[in-house]
Each structure stands twice: as structure tokens, then as C-alpha cells.
């Protein structure tokens, strides 16, 4: 997040997320709770700040409440690694080129979000970006009308539009003649 809109940004996501923590949707299984709180804590531990969230809720169920974390940095596996979970590491960026630049060293390449009202950034963040779908101004959507192919280690293949068809067809050419006549 870039430092001047940084700290309304931050004010923002963290009344969202308080208001998901008011309904926590369940994780997928305990040991995905185990391993999305792990990364919680190895963050605090190196240095960032749980505003919202960080801690397992009391009883039983695989609930882990929505999480804002400050002060993180690149080294940091809520950063490095993809959490499937309700996690919100924030990164504070001097300028565009900065965010840019840390957001193509990332190992993954699935999908990114830009948010921005510049039309150069937007026009640069879809050039640079080494990922399959680059969202602009958007958070949810895929490419129903067009294929995606991530890159990195998010996997190969294509998510979407006909060429996903393609990449799971066998394609077969018979050339046939009719048989000479018999005498």
C-alpha cells in the first residue's frame, strides 16, 4: 500500500474485517486454522502488529477470524507464501515503482489486484506483472471470456475460456478413402 493513503487504507480494512468477525466463516479443516495462524505468528513474532484478529477464537470449530496485520515485510511467510485464509498483510510502499517491483519478485503468479486512479499505473501494472489475470480497480472476477495461465509456482495450465478446453483435448486426424471396388 502506498504510504500516503496507507493509513486510511489501513482504518478501512479494519472495519471491514470487524464486521466479517462479526459472522466468522469456517476454515476448510483444523490443520488449515493451524497453519493460516501459524503464518499470523510468525509475523507478530518478526515484528508486525495484529490490529484486527491474530488469535483463535475459544470452543470448538475451525473459525479463524479476519486478520489485519501492519508493519510486514518482504521475508515474512504471511508475505512470501499464499495464506488460505482470512489474512490481510499490509506492506507500506515509498511509490508505485516500489509496489510494482516487490509484487513481481513474488514467487507465485496466479492472479494480482491493482488499485489505483492513475491510467499509466494501470496501464504499467498490466504490462509488468508476471501473472495470469491482473485485476485492476477489482477484487473478485476471473477471465470468464478469456483464458488464464498462471505463472510462477502457482501451477501450469489455463484457468478459463477455450483454451482450457484445448489443453484437455486429444486432437486425432483419420484421413479415409473408400475401399477400391472388388472385381
Given amino acids: 500500500v502506498h504510504r500516503e493513503v496507507a493509513d486510511a487504507f489501513v482504518s478501512a480494512l479494519c472495519e471491514q474485517a470487524q464486521r ?3 459472522d466468522p466463516q469456517p476454515l476448510v ?12 505468528r ?5 515484528g508486525a502488529k495484529a490490529l484486527v484478529g ?7 470449530g475451525t473459525t479463524y477470524p479476519a486478520t489485519v496485520l501492519t508493519d510486514c515485510r518482504p521475508g515474512m511467510r504471511v508475505i512470501r507464501e499464499e495464506t ?20 513481481c519478485r513474488d514467487d507465485y503468479g496466479l492472479a494480482a489486484t491493482v488499485l489505483t486512479g492513475s491510467m499509466d499505473h494501470m496501464q504499467q501494472a498490466w504490462r509488468t506483472l508476471p ?8 477484487v473478485f472476477g476471473g477471465a470468464p471470456g478469456g483464458a488464464a495461465q498462471p505463472r510462477g509456482t502457482s501451477g501450469t495450465g489455463f484457468g478459463y475460456g477455450p483454451e482450457l478446453l484445448d489443453e484437455m483435448t ?4 483419420v484421413h479415409m478413402e473408400p475401399a477400391p471396388p472388388r472385381r
Avoid: C, M, Y
Avoid at 479443516?29 to 499470523?40: G, I, K, M, P
Avoid at 491474530?54 to 470448538?60: K, L
Avoid at 486429444?170 to 486426424?173: E, L, Q, R, Y
Fill in 20 to 22: 466479517w468477525n462479526l
Fill in 29 to 40: 479443516d483444523e490443520r488449515l486454522r493451524t497453519q493460516v495462524h501459524a503464518q499470523v
Fill in 170 to 173: 486429444t486432437t486425432k486426424v
Fill in 42 to 46: 510468525d509475523a507478530i513474532s518478526a
Fill in 54 to 60: 491474530g488469535r483463535i477464537p475459544e470452543g470448538p
Fill in 131 to 138: 501473472v495470469g489475470t491482473v485485476k485492476i480497480n477489482s
Fill in 84 to 103: 488460505f485464509g482470512p489474512i490481510a498483510p499490509v506492506q507500506v510502499v515509498s511509490d508505485f515503482a516500489t509496489g510494482l517491483d516487490a509484487a
